[in-house]
């Protein structure tokens, strides 16, 4: 499982983890994650939250670890297309997995991290 987070100023954290989420994990990564990649990317200065409706997003414990912590978080209809601008950045991503062909998950999550680190403050700019 991968999660990551980005904004116009720039690509934040990425965790990779093996198995699956659920919203304790959920609220663990926003927590390790999400607040240091919003503290750097953003100095500050107000922002909004973007995730989808999949159930740790929505489950009562995120939502009241967001609330508590005053993050707004932005509206997202539910059925609704997955517009996110992160989305862009997952497909970019596979297409890259698939030119390099890694032969390990090690490899995998490397080559990941460094495709992550290369999406250029354009394509962001761009894709926001």
Known sequence: ?????????????????????????????????????????????????????ARPHTASITTSWLCRRRIRVLKWPACSPDLSPIENIWRIIKRKMRQRRPKTVEHLEACIRQEWNNIPIPKLEQLV
């Open 1 to 53: 499982m991968v999660w990551g987070c980005m904004s116009v100023c720039g690509m934040g954290s990425l965790h990779i983890w093996k198995g699956t989420i659920n919203a304790e994990r959920y609220v663990q990564v926003l927590e390790q994650h999400m607040l240091p990649s919003r503290r750097l990317l953003f100095q500050g200065r107000p922002c909004i939250f973007q995730h989808d409706n």
